[in-house]
Nanobody
Framework: QLQLVESGGGLVQPGGSLRLSCAAS????????IGWFRQAPGKEREGVSC????????YYADSVKGRFTISRDDAKNTVYLQMNSLKPEDTGVYYC???????????????????????????WGQGTQVIVSA
């Protein structure tokens, strides 16, 4: 059974950093993409970042590019989201999410999952709250 458990959220001042972790289990192949999306009160869900399970390629929303980094530690089955130079508009609940994707289309799938559109992840965790405030 596939499981995703996020941790690492909290309260941070503008300009600060946080690292979110996602403990993943139940994957049966490398044919997937894994990423993060966030949702703030009263706002639409927003894709943040995505990584291909097969080749590790990554994709970021323009709003976080250059500030956030997605990475994986396969030995620990953990995905991270390093968030630097945080802004108040980064506040929200952050979800780690998974979608099956053949490796040949994984990079394109990441783009479609991060950019606003009709594609959604298949599974996601319970979320972790991030609050950026002075």
């Amino acid at each position: 059974q596939l499981q995703l458990v996020e941790s690492g959220g909290g309260l941070v001042q503008p300009g600060g950093s946080l690292r979110l972790s996602c403990a993943a289990s139940g994957f049966t192949s490398d044919d997937y993409v894994i990423g993060w999306f966030r949702q703030a009160p009263g706002k639409e869900r927003e894709g943040v970042s995505c990584s291909s399970g097969s080749d590790g390629s990554t994709y970021y929303a323009d709003s976080v590019k250059g500030r956030f980094t997605i990475s994986r530690d396969d030995a620990k089955n953990t995905v991270y989201l390093q968030m630097n130079s945080l802004k108040p508009e980064d506040t929200g609940v952050y979800y780690c999410a998974y979608r099956f994707s053949p490796r040949s289309t994984a990079q394109a799938m990441c783009v479609m999952l991060v950019e606003p559109g009709v594609y959604e992840y298949d599974y996601w965790g319970q979320g972790t709250q991030v609050i950026v405030s002075a």
